[in-house]
């Protein structure tokens, strides 16, 4: 009830949330819980976000039962509704052909040799285990006009903690001259570098998860625009309200497209002196995997924990090490032996 409240109050002039609303429970495609679980002696209550459809309970989580944490939840649906938006950011009725600027991905080999990816499936990276340690993988990005005319690139990355990057390209967009290639960065200390990290964080790791999906996103336009429109930092480290912005004096489709992925207030009327500018977006979408480390199967009539929640008894038989795998790769080494879907599938 106190989430409910909030969300009837958090639009901009004082109303219900104009991106997110309570639906049914069989068609939301998130769900919120409120639960009190034992932690020690002591009992915490919890506001829990989930994805529906999500392999593993990667949640967002919020603490106590108050109208401020009431609040907090609602922002963070919020965050997470504009997240969504921008992960469906599509033009349909573009003229700009995908083949106009091109996207391409290449692995960077330890020895700094770069092999093409390619793209059209996604992406996966696995962790490789070199000197008793597992090592991520590095790869590169790389645009090139295509066209014959210049374009404003823009270059997100989405990652699956509902973060939104935006400065993958020099002043978080550039303009590309005809045949003009460009270089995804990252900050690297007081330098820039190409190599671009696939990894899990350890926090993440050390709970059990053994996938991390990412969405790198190309914008392309007609005109210059403003990607830090996009931009909002990943949950739960920090929430930022987006509020209200003014609308600034001229401004094109695309730009006003994207001050209304963060408010939905300033409707569909244009603006006297708009520019109308012509865009597409591509996604490549990126899996990143982590193995957990072996563990020895403990002896008979002990159990060994493989990971939060899931624990292996010892059989007087059997001497071994054993890892959990994520059901996809399983399926490729032993074939079609897959848990049913209605297990996989069910939220619960």
């Known amino acids: 009830d106190m989430v409910r409240a909030a969300l009837n109050t958090a639009g901009a002039d004082g109303g219900p949330s104009l991106l997110v609303k309570e639906g049914e429970r069989g068609k939301a495609d998130y769900r919120l819980q409120a639960t009190i679980v034992q932690k020690g002696l002591e009992e915490q209550e919890v506001y829990s976000i989930r994805r529906k459809a999500d392999a593993y309970p990667l949640a967002v989580d919020t603490f106590d039962f108050n109208d401020e944490s009431a609040n907090i939840v609602v922002d963070r649906l919020e965050h997470i509704a504009r997240w969504e938006r921008i992960a469906d950011l599509q033009n349909k009725t573009t003229e700009i052909s995908k083949d106009d600027v091109s996207i391409e991905v290449y692995l960077v080999h330890p020895g700094g040799e770069l092999e093409p990816l390619d793209t059209s499936k996604g992406l996966r990276f696995e962790y490789e285990q070199k000197d008793g340690e597992w090592k991520h993988q590095r790869f590169q990005v790389k645009l090139t006009n295509n066209g014959d005319r210049k374009f404003y690139c823009m270059l997100l990355d989405l990652s699956e903690d509902y973060l939104v990057y935006t400065s993958l390209l020099q002043g978080d967009g550039l303009w590309l001259e005809p045949g003009q290639e460009a270089w995804a960065h990252i900050p690297d200390g007081r330098a820039w570098r190409k190599e671009i990290d696939a990894f899990i964080p ?147």
């Open 202 to 348: 350890d926090k993440l790791h050390e709970q059990g998860v053994t996938e991390w999906k990412d969405i790198l996103k190309l914008i392309v336009s007609t005109e210059e625009c403003d990607a830090k429109l996009l931009s909002q930092d990943s949950l739960p480290v920090s929430v930022v309200s987006k509020g209200v912005r003014a609308l600034p004096p001229a401004m094109s489709t695309l730009q006003r497209l994207m001050y209304r992925v963060g408010n939905r207030t300033f409707g569909n009327a244009s603006v006297a002196n708009e520019t109308f500018v012509d865009w597409r977006t591509t996604s490549i979408n990126s899996t990143i995997y982590r193995p957990l480390d072996a563990v020895e199967v403990g002896i008979p009539g002990e159990t060994t924990e493989l990971t939060t929640g899931v624990k292996i008894s010892g059989h007087p038989s059997l001497s071994a090490k054993a890892r959990l795998m994520p059901l996809d790769k399983v399926g490729r080494e032993v074939g079609n032996l897959l848990t049913p879907g209605v297990f996989r599938n069910h939220p619960d």
